[in-house]
């Protein structure tokens, strides 16, 4: 074992990792696994339980930094993108959605990268990362992810990046009613894609815990987004850095509501906000408000 690998490895707990070297540096491969939460009950709210895993696995790699320059390494971001890394370490692999399958964790997993100056690993020619790996093969032949895509971003050729749901949430953009209700009760996430992907066929999904019953209702997320930034605290590991951004929360969660089987119940939750400033949460309003 080498002194960059004595460094990092008890930081690790458990983590999937592989090392690999390209150009005088090495990268550090780290895979977070996490177990799906199963389709959300009548009340309740979904939100992807990736952004639990992507969050932790960004505070251990913030540490590693930390703890590889302390020891004397000069650390250095990735100018890879990560799934040529994943593919020419074996890693992983692309899918068609431009998601990387993990041979173990199928598409259910965080990935973070990180690197130093310095050889520590086997080495790899650079010309293999500056050309696009290939799609898995087995996607030439499904296509149930661009069947299932509510917001039809997915297609033969890859994926629309502005048109997945995830990246309207992001946003908080929503151009048409329609784009508005693809959305569902996905409060943050969508999934739909990674659920039907055979990559996960054998993987588990396990219903909310009484944690996440106790986040995810529909009333307790109403009562923390319009308690303002105090109200987000409980959700700062779930949603990372948008539990500070209480205004486009709560305007993704009208569009929850609105989407609901329960849309009527909540309907005079928005009456305050029909002539709010911020563009966002005034349509999201005014669109729950006009449920009966």
């Known amino acids: 074992m080498n002194r960059f690998s004595e460094t990092v490895e008890p930081l690790l707990n458990g983590l999937e990792q592989v090392f690999i070297s390209v150009n005088g540096a090495t990268f550090l491969l780290l895979a977070a696994p996490y177990v799906q939460m199963a389709q959300p009950p009548a009340g309740f709210a979904f939100i992807d339980r990736y952004y639990i895993a992507s969050n932790h696995i960004y505070f251990v790699k913030k540490q590693l930094v930390t703890e590889l320059q302390t020891a004397g390494f000069e650390t250095l971001d990735c100018p890879y993108p990560y799934k040529h890394l994943a593919a020419a370490a074996g890693f992983g692999f692309p899918l068609r959605s431009t998601l990387i399958a993990h041979p173990k964790f199928g598409t259910r997993f965080a990935m973070e990268v990180l690197g130093v100056t310095g050889v520590f690993a086997d080495e790899i020619d650079e010309s293999v990362l500056r050309a696009h790996p290939p799609v898995h093969p087995f996607c030439e032949k499904c296509g149930k992810c661009i069947a299932v895509c509510p917001q039809k971003a997915l297609s033969e050729t890859g994926i629309e990046p502005t048109q997945c749901t995830r990246s309207r949430q992001e946003k908080c953009d929503f151009p048409?009613?329609?784009?508005?209700?693809?959305?569902?009760?996905n409060l943050w996430g969508c999934d739909l894609c990674q659920r039907v992907c055979p990559m996960n066929a054998k993987l588990p999904e396990t219903p909310m815990t009484a944690e996440e019953q106790a986040l995810f209702s529909f009333d307790a997320l109403l009562a923390a987004f319009t308690a303002g930034k105090k109200g987000l605290e409980p959700y700062r590991d779930i949603l990372g850095g948008n539990y500070l951004r209480p205004t486009k929360l709560l305007a993704?969660?009208?569009?929850?509501?609105?989407?609901?089987?329960?849309?009527?119940?909540?309907?005079?939750?928005?009456?305050?906000?029909?002539?709010?400033?911020?563009?966002?949460?005034?349509?999201?309003?005014?669109?729950?408000?006009?449920?009966?």
């Open 252 to 292: 993704l969660l009208f569009r929850v509501l609105a989407n609901s089987d329960r849309a009527g119940q909540y309907r005079e939750a928005a009456r305050p906000y029909l002539d709010h400033p911020d563009e966002r949460l005034r349509s999201a309003a005014q669109t729950l408000w006009q449920k009966d």
């Open 176 to 185: 048409t009613e329609q784009s508005s209700r693809n959305m569902g009760v």
